[in-house]
């Protein structure tokens, strides 16, 4: 049987995902990036480009973010207008971008602050890019909204396993986190979910998480995997950092369990040499964030993707 005939023909279960991560590491690395083959061009790589348009000052207590008001703070800086963000875009574009995201530290919008983040979508969108966002927890309405003004994803992470969600974030639960999803899902916006490895989970929780998004019908179109980036003042600022290679199965077993989805190698490039980077490509990975700043941390600059890019023939979409 076929990978592919296991997604459609049977639930990717626990046991499943569990299968392809003991895999000896170069068959796993094997069937991955023979899956992505199947369903993805080889040479080709998706680059989003990322702007925070609300920073810091957010009312959650997820362990790892920088945002959150419950840990020492962060430069906080309000609702930037549709004009400034249009500006953004519009560099982004410029420089190669296909996929504007845009990023608000909420645990969740209030009406009037969603209108203007809609105004900016259909503003964003008119310059003939992709537009996705992250805004926190959403009602049914306001995902009617963001649809109305043409939004194409809506990113809201599982982020961890549900045995671990607990032990990172306690001010809101993974079942809010699905509600909203599924009220994304239901007026018609791409799905764009993953999490973050490096939260001090074990390799069990990854399965498990793999597992969980797996496991949305349908599946994410989008599915990043950030590594951790330990950020000083946060409850999670000394995890133990992960192995490189259990990222790089991480990767591969993400691409056999969601083998349609774009893969994106999103937070922590910074922290990785170009050929573990490389690696996760091989993996299944096909997607990045492209320019110099991610929310409030680092990413690698533009010159350096290019590079990289030009130096593993990977052509941008
Ligand atoms: N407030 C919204 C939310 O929680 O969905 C949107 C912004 S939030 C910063 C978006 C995602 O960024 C999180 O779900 C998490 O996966 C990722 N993230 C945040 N801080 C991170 C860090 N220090 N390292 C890796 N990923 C991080
Ligand atoms: C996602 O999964 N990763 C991006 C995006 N969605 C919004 C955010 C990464 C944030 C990294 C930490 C920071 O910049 O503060
Ligand atoms: Fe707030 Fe999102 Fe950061 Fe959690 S991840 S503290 S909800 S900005």
Known sequence: MTNSDTVSGRRIDKAQVREWFELPFFELLHRAHDTHRRHFPGQRIQRSALLSIKTGGCSEDCGYCAQSARHHAHAREPLLDTQTIVRHAAQAKAAGATRFCMGAAWRAPKDKDLERVAEAVAAVKSLGLETCVTLGMLSPPQATRLKEAGLDYYNHNVDTSPEHYGKVITTHTLSDRLRTLEAVREVGIKVCCGGIIGMGETREDRISM????????????????????????????????????????????ARLALPRSYVRLSAGRSQMSDELQALCFYAGANSLFYGEKLLTAGNPDVAHDDELLARLDLQPE
């Open 210 to 253: 793999l597992a969980l998004l797996a496991g949305l019908d349908p599946q994410p179109e989008s599915v990043p995997i950030n590594q951790l980036i330990p950020i000083p003042g946060t409850p999670l600022a000394d995890a133990p950092p992960v192995d490189p290679f259990e990222l790089v199965r991480t990767i591969a077993v």
